[in-house]
Nanobody, 130 residues
Framework: QVHLVESGGGSVQAGGSLRLSCAVSDYTGGRYYMAWFRQAPGKEREGVAAVDPGDNTFYEEPVKGRFTISKDNAENTLTLYLQMNSLKPEDNAMYYC??????????????????????WGQGTQVTVFS
């Protein structure tokens, strides 16, 4: 089992920044695909950014140049981050972190396809007001 705990959401004025965090609880090592997704009211879930076990990063077009995904793999801890800059009202959504475990899950499939992820956090709300 993998448990993901997100934090860092909130309200911010357009043009501002937020940093989301996602901690993998009870991390005991291993390599993970990890990603951020979001879902706005009345809309389908969409990918935001992903990072593979080799620390290669991937972004959907709407967030390129504004958002940065990273992970901190310190001893006995693994935390995923999403630094969001130049936020826009269209970034309003519930943001979820997700991971594939074990590593073979979703192998070879689009890293920004939410259907390939089998563990999800509870979500954190991001509200951007103009």
């Amino acid at each position: 089992q993998v448990h993901l705990v997100e934090s860092g959401g909130g309200s911010v004025q357009a043009g501002g920044s937020l940093r989301l965090s996602c901690a993998v609880s009870d991390y005991t090592g291993g390599r993970y695909y990890m990603a951020w997704f979001r879902q706005a009211p009345g809309k389908e879930r969409e990918g935001v950014a992903a990072v593979d076990p080799g620390d290669n990063t991937f972004y959907e077009e709407p967030v390129k140049g504004r958002f940065t995904i990273s992970k901190d793999n310190a001893e006995n801890t693994l935390t995923l981050y999403l630094q969001m800059n130049s936020l826009k009202p269209e970034d309003n959504a519930m943001y979820y972190c997700a991971t594939r475990w074990p590593l073979r899950v979703g192998w070879g499939r689009n890293v920004l396809d939410g259907d390939t992820y089998n563990y999800w956090g509870q979500g954190t709300q991001v509200t951007v007001f103009s």
